[in-house]
C-alpha cells in the first residue's frame, strides 16, 4: 500500500510565496513521476507541474516562470516552490505519483489535497 501526504498550504496574500511538499510512503519499489494538481471550485483538475525520475520537468501554462517543481529520489519526495501567486491559484493542491510497487507496475496514487488560498 502506498500513501502519499502533502504539506504546506495555506492563506497567502497576492504576490507572496508558499512551498508545498509532498512524501510517499508504503511498498514503493519504484517513483517514475511525481506530480502537483489543482482543482479549483466548479473546475476541473489540472496539472501544475510534475518531475520524472530523471528530472525532467513539465508545467501547466499558467504557472510557468512563477512554480519550481522539485524532487528528492532518495527520500521519495517532491516540493513545489510557488512565486508570485495570484488568487486564481487558489485551489486543492493535489500530490500524485506514478509507483512501481512489489505487486503493481506504474500507478497512479493520489494524496488528499492540501488547500491553497490566496487572498488579500
Known amino acids: 500500500q502506498v500513501e502519499l501526504v502533502e504539506s504546506g498550504g495555506g492563506l497567502v496574500q497576492p504576490g507572496g510565496s508558499l512551498r508545498l511538499s509532498c512524501t510517499a510512503s508504503g511498498s514503493i519499489f519504484y517513483i517514475q513521476a511525481m506530480g502537483w494538481y489543482r482543482q479549483a471550485p466548479g473546475q476541473q483538475r489540472e496539472l501544475v507541474a510534475l518531475?520524472?525520475?530523471?528530472?525532467?520537468?513539465k508545467y501547466g501554462d499558467s504557472v510557468k516562470g512563477r512554480f519550481t517543481i522539485s524532487r528528492d529520489n532518495a527520500k521519495n519526495t517532491t516540493s513545489l516552490q510557488m512565486n508570485n501567486l495570484k488568487p486564481e491559484d487558489t485551489a486543492v493542491y493535489y500530490c500524485n505519483g506514478l509507483i512501481t510497487t512489489m505487486s503493481h507496475y506504474g500507478m497512479d496514487y493520489w494524496g488528499k489535497g492540501t488547500l491553497v488560498t490566496v487572498s488579500s
Open positions: 518531475i520524472t525520475n530523471g528530472g525532467s520537468t
